[in-house]
């Protein structure tokens, strides 16, 4: 990297200052190229956003598994980490226990990333709405999934190709203070949580086999939110509505979010048959998230429905789950192996509108696009990482591993990499991850040298 002195004389342009557009910036300006980070928020908002900070968690406070030998989400986050990506740096000053997880306090993340890119003395921000595709400059659109209308309308005209959408849904939050623990108890499922501290990052509430019998009836009869004229429910299967999980059969939650398995309850010696998890969202434990209720119930039905559950019959809600259309290209069709938009090469698209699904994968489509278009800037080329890594995995399925006519976003996962030689006989799956995990992690290094 050439630190904070200017190389190139020419800017940067970038829309949107989420997980992409943050981890562009920082990563283009380490190279030494001027960066202008075009904002809408807090002149136009979204009903998801609340502030005008940069890199505002709106869904989850969680970037998932931190594990990186054995798991695909935790193998990015080392690589983010071995490229200097702001994203990673400041998840882990904030972090909160979360057992395996890497869960954030989201406020003091944002307050923090926001701070770091606007010391930088190449980055600026513009806080404006782009409505259009810029025709001349560099630049990147890093919009993510609430992309405003008029800027994806324009998307569309540029590329006589229709954006895809797919429905993503929020979770409620929890008053830490509101939930009955007498009934509710602290514990990382398979006691993952080693400190007292880490003992706190999950509460999680019983069920007896009637109880989850009537919370699904009143799952399936609860008023929903309707779609407007012309839009599809596409969920993505990595988000689905519990009550749309619920709708695929009546044992569907018991075995993903209500799952029972890991977890001893100290109030009561019989088996739960289901356990509501809610996982610790702020530094101060206060406030806690429902882990995977993600939901279309109108307001009301969701305070009813939810406060069936044992321990939350007086709960009270800080934020209540909410849906909402998320916008994405088709990125095999329109983009190059560069992340540049085919007909107009001077924009390049990154984090979630390319298809990549999750707070980490967005950020780590951010750095790619981030260094690549400062390279380009500077008479160099960087090209993407082997797909043998995370990011190369990635990058690699939405510029062309994936069948455009079939384009779904995706988070990362060992699918995607290219398959590991079973040397000796078939290996057991932890020493399969384990093996996909070494070979990535010498390949990146390979290339970030």
């Known amino acids: 990297m050439q630190g904070q002195r200017v190389l190139n004389e020419q800017v940067l342009n970038i829309i949107g200052g989420g997980m992409a557009g943050s981890e562009a910036a920082w990563q283009a300006a380490n190279m030494g190229v001027r960066v202008v980070i075009h904002e809408m928020r807090p002149k136009v908002g979204t009903f998801a956003h609340r502030t005008g900070n940069l890199a505002e968690m709106v869904c989850s406070n969680s970037f998932r598994s931190d594990d990186d030998e054995r798991n695909a989400v935790g193998l990015l986050h080392w690589e983010m980490g071995a490229a200097d990506g702001i994203i990673m740096q400041t998840a882990r000053a904030h972090r909160l226990p979360a057992g395996g997880a890497l869960a954030v306090d989201r406020d003091p993340f944002a307050e923090a990333v926001t701070a770091k890119l ?112 012309g839009e599809t429910a596409g969920y993505f299967d990595g988000c689905l509505p519990i009550e749309v999980m619920a709708e695929r059969g009546r044992e569907t939650l018991r075995f993903g979010p209500m799952k029972p398995v890991g977890l001893t309850n100290p109030h009561c010696e019989k088996k739960p048959y289901a356990v509501v998890q809610l996982r610790r969202d702020n530094k101060l434990g206060t406030l806690y998230n429902i882990v995977g209720f993600q939901t279309k119930m109108k307001y009301g039905a969701q305070t009813s429905v939810f406060k069936m559950i044992p321990g939350l019959q007086e709960a009270s809600f800080a934020r209540l789950g909410g849906i909402h259309r998320n916008t994405f290209i088709n990125s095999p069709t329109l983009l190059d192996d560069q992340m540049r938009l085919r007909l107009r090469p001077n924009i390049r698209f990154a984090g979630q509108i390319t298809g990549v699904e999750g707070y980490v994968e967005s950020a780590a489509m951010g750095l790619l696009a981030g260094r690549m278009a400062a390279a380009e800037m500077l008479g160099r080329t960087v090209e993407a990482p082997p797909s043998e890594t995370a990011m190369g995995a990635l990058i690699t399925h939405i510029t062309g591993g994936a069948e455009a006519k079939t384009f779904q976003p995706m988070n990362v996962n060992f699918g995607l990499f290219p398959p590991i030689d079973a040397k000796g006989g078939r290996r057991g799956r932890k020493d399969r991850y384990k093996a996909y995990t070494d070979r990535a992690k010498t390949a990146f290094q390979a290339w970030l040298s």
């Open 118 to 229: 606007m010391a930088h003395p190449l980055i600026s921000v513009s806080y404006e709405e782009i409505t259009e595709l810029p025709s001349s400059g560099n630049w990147i659109v890093a919009t993510g999934p609430l992309t405003s209308g008029p800027l994806a309308e324009s998307i569309r005209a540029a590329n006589g190709a229709e954006a895809l959408a797919f429905f993503d849904a929020i979770a409620p939050i929890v008053y830490a203070e509101s939930v009955d623990m007498s009934v509710a108890w602290m514990q990382s499922r398979y006691d993952k949580g080693e400190t007292e501290e880490e003992q706190t990052a999950y509460m999680n509430c019983p069920m007896t086999k009637e109880q989850y019998e009537a919370f699904i009836d009143a799952l399936l009869a609860a008023e929903k939110t309707e779609f407007h004229e």
